[in-house]
């Protein structure tokens, strides 16, 4: 947890301040609120009820959904990520309050909207420098379950999304969707690992190029404590007509309650075409 706010506090002193615009203020803080508002609910997990599975921190997404009726919010405090390219200069981008809705349908699947709430873009190239911000596209989810969700040493689930161009300054203002396709295993001294496939098609953007993209996932989670775990992951990406990009992930999780959980970790670029460095912080709550 110490990590956690060293890590915000850093950002917070180092990070530029957006423009006075009537949004900003309240998104910067947006999660901020959530989280002191989950205080007063009921966070406490009922014995009956499955344990809380997130999609966070890491790439890879859980194959577990949010029990019927059951609300979850996951979310980022800060995401941080840069990348320099002699041919393109500096890139940098902050995001306050990357936004994961959850609502739990039925006992094997659940409906996501995730959305950065704010996002602050800048690049430098040639001594130039230009900054972008604002709210970030929209993307709707379903995920169901097919094996796994309650009991098994292993799940599976099958996740296709839709995003909806916002056309803000930092919209990729395109249509854009896929399928993520989610397998985890747990083994019996605790460690689990998880694996993912996902298909993607975004449609004709401003720069009139269709793009299909696949990632690929696999991650390791291993439990350092009973309430304090670590995952370490690689992600790789590819595409038509761009380059391959590779990272190697890893963070810490602490659970502050049975539906109470904060996160920090950080992503770094293997392939010249990743960003080089990635840090965030955030937390997840079911009530």
């Known amino acids: 947890m110490l990590l956690q706010v060293n890590l915000f506090a850093f950002f917070q002193l180092h990070s530029p301040q957006p423009s006075r615009t009537f949004w900003a203020p309240f998104s910067r803080f947006f ?36 029990p019927p009726g059951r609300f979850q919010i996951e979310a980022s405090f800060l995401d941080y990520s840069q990348d320099r390219s002699a041919a393109q200069g500096s890139r940098r981008q902050w995001v306050f309050g990357q936004m994961n809705l959850k609502r739990g349908l039925t006992r094997n699947s659940d409906l996501q909207w995730v959305f950065n709430a704010h996002s602050y873009a800048g690049q430098t190239e040639g001594g130039d420098r230009s900054y972008s911000e604002g709210f970030g596209d929209v993307t709707l989810r379903l995920k169901r379950n097919f094996w796994g969700n309650d009991s098994g040493r292993t799940a599976f689930a099958l996740m296709p ?25 747990t083994f019996p001294n605790g460690w689990t690992m998880g694996v ?78 990743a960003p080089d460095l990635g840090v965030f912080s955030g937390f997840s709550v079911r009530f």
Do not use: C
């Not at 989950?38 to 406490?44: D, M, N, Q, S, Y």
């Open 196 to 273: 993912m496939e996902e298909l993607d098609f975004r449609d004709r953007a401003a720069d009139g190029a269709g793009r299909f993209q696949t990632l690929h996932s696999a991650t390791l989670g291993i439990a350092l404590s009973e309430t304090v775990g670590s995952y370490w992951e690689l992600v790789s990406i590819a595409g038509i007509s761009q380059s391959h990009q590779m990272s190697a992930n890893a963070g810490l999780t602490f659970q502050i309650a049975p539906n109470l959980v904060l996160d920090a970790g950080s992503r770094i670029g293997l392939t010249r075409s």
């Open 31 to 66: 999660p901020s609120w959530i989280i002191l508002g989950a205080v007063g609910l009921p966070i406490f997990a009922d014995a009956a009820e499955r344990p809380m599975m997130t999609d966070r921190p890491d790439t890879t997404e859980s194959p577990y959904t949010v």
């Open 161 to 185: 999304y839709v995003t909806f161009p916002t056309h803000t300054r930092v919209s990729e203002k395109a249509w854009a969707g896929g399928l993520i396709l989610p397998l985890a295993w």
